[in-house]
């Protein structure tokens, strides 16, 4: 199975802070990266796929990069409705594995 | 716009089968798509657990291929899971999910389930 870990674990920053969180793989999975956002109570929100591309909805604010192992989330200017645990998951071979998350709470 | 949601018990027995169906709407089953399960423990991240196709084919993660089924029901236009033998360890949120070329587009709001005597 590929093992997919994310630092973070957990953040505090304050609306308008620019956050970055990283995900990386125990193993090449090329682009096949995605990343949801989950908040508590709610069905995750897919964000990301293929490691870069902007699912349909999201907000601009929100960018990704990186191909092989290491991949990043960015959050530019970080809004009260982002508050919430990030999770990557890596849709290159089964079975899927989703890192173990990163909360980004208010500082 | 597509929509998922979750049914079934909240409580399971230990030693018991734990057994959730995912109605779909606005998308058919047969389409071009993967069917998915994912489960939240309390604490912890999240697991996926299977998919389907609509030709029956499937995925398990192989932590629970050996206590999971996952099937569907085309007339229904729903997908179910069964997980036998639980245990505490199988307490979760349990979500459903459209699994598109590019991702777990959609999902269900998640139902919870307690394995508990």
């Known amino acids: 199975d590929i093992q997919m870990t994310q630092s973070p674990s957990s953040l505090s920053a304050s609306v308008g802070d620019r956050v970055t969180i990283t995900c990386r793989a125990s193993q090449s999975i090329s682009s096949y990266l995605n990343w949801y956002q989950h908040q508590a109570g709610k069905a995750p929100k897919f964000l990301i796929y293929?490691?870069?591309t902007l699912q349909d909805g999201v907000p601009s604010r929100f960018s990704g990069s990186g191909s092989g192992t290491d991949f990043t989330l960015t959050i530019s200017s970080l809004q009260p409705e982002d508050f919430a645990t990030y999770y990557c998951q890596q849709s290159y071979s089964h079975p899927y594995t989703f890192g173990p998350g990163t909360k980004v709470d208010i500082k | 716009q597509v929509q998922l949601q979750e049914s079934g018990p909240g409580l399971v027995k230990p030693s018991g089968t734990l057994s959730l169906t995912c109605v779909v709407s606005?998308?058919?089953?047969?389409?071009?798509?993967?069917w998915t399960w994912v489960r939240r423990p309390p604490g912890k991240g999240l697991e996926w657990i299977g998919e389907i196709y609509h030709s029956g084919r499937t995925y398990y993660n192989p932590s629970l291929k050996s206590r999971v089924t996952i099937s569907l029901d085309t007339s229904k236009n729903q997908f179910s899971l069964n997980l036998n033998s639980v245990t505490a360890a199988d307490t979760a949120v349990y979500y459903c999910?459209?699994?598109?070329?590019?991702?777990?587009?959609?999902w269900g709001q998640g139902t919870l389930v307690i394995v508990s005597s």
């Open positions: 293929a490691a870069s």
């Open positions: 606005g998308d058919s089953i047969s389409s071009a798509n993967w």
């Open positions: 999910a459209r699994s598109a070329a590019v991702g777990f587009d959609y």
